[in-house]
């Protein structure tokens, strides 16, 4: 399977622990995009990278949130001290930017967190 | 604040209806509008629009964009039980790194 990959598919958690997830984008895509999406709206763009990079964190992005791409490749996204709040899809995507073309997002299947 | 708004929220079809799934925004510099469908799992593309008035279609699927009045429309024809997902319309801007701002999602369910 060559598409975007994500690990844990689900997370149970209590509230107050420390959770991790894990994205593995479609290999030689230098653009990678956490996104969070709650029950019944669409995914909301949380941070992205240009291969190492971390260019952009929305103000969704808390300080318990912090996201790493060490090398350029799979992409981690940490959660400290959990909050009920923080139940939710985390859904992953990545990219190729072309020169002088448009580039499309594909997304692996999310994890799908919920904090008790 | 740049958004996207889709309409309806949630649509119940009859297989073989043609459906049609709107999707309006408001975005400062506006780069591309994207469809995606999504099942119980990662949404999958369907089409990415750049100019006004040109059709993208793909089998019983088609897409058209008006970028002077502000949206677009998703068309499916001679619908099918497999058609049920929902369909996520979104919206990048240039200038902020290829992010998505996405709209709440239509789901369609196709009832047999």
């Known amino acids: 399977d060559t598409g975007v990959s994500q690990n844990p598919r689900h997370k149970i958690t209590k509230r107050g622990q420390n959770v991790t997830f894990r994205c593995d984008p479609i290999?030689?895509?230098?653009?990678l995009y956490w996104y969070r999406q709650t029950l019944g709206q669409g995914p909301e763009f949380l941070t992205y990278?240009?291969?190492?990079?971390?260019?952009?964190k929305s103000r969704l992005l808390s300080d318990r949130f912090s996201a790493e791409r060490p090398k350029g490749s799979f992409s981690t996204l940490e959660i400290q001290r959990t909050e009920q709040g923080d139940s939710a899809m985390y859904l992953c995507a990545s990219s190729l930017i072309p020169t002088g073309s448009q580039e499309t997002q594909y997304f692996g299947p999310g994890t799908r967190l919920l904090v008790l | 604040e740049d958004k996207v708004v889709q309409s309806p929220l949630s649509l119940v079809v009859h297989e073989g209806d043609t459906v049609t799934l709107n999707c309006s925004y408001e975005?400062?510099?506006?780069?591309?509008l994207l469809w995606y469908k999504q099942e119980k799992k990662a949404p999958t593309f369907l089409f990415m629009l750049t100019s006004s008035g040109i059709e993208k279609k793909s089998g019983r699927l088609s897409s058209i964009l008006d970028k002077k009045e502000l949206f677009s429309i998703l068309n499916i024809t001679a619908t099918q039980t497999g058609d049920s997902a929902v369909y996520l319309c979104?919206?990048?801007?240039?200038?902020?790194?290829?992010?998505?701002?996405f709209g709440q999602g239509t789901e369609l369910s196709v009832k047999p």
């Open positions: 290999s030689e895509h230098n653009r």
């Open positions: 979104a919206v990048e801007p240039y200038n902020q790194g290829g992010k998505l701002i």
């Open positions: 990278f240009q291969n190492e990079a971390q260019l952009e």
């Open positions: 975005v400062t510099n506006f780069r591309s």
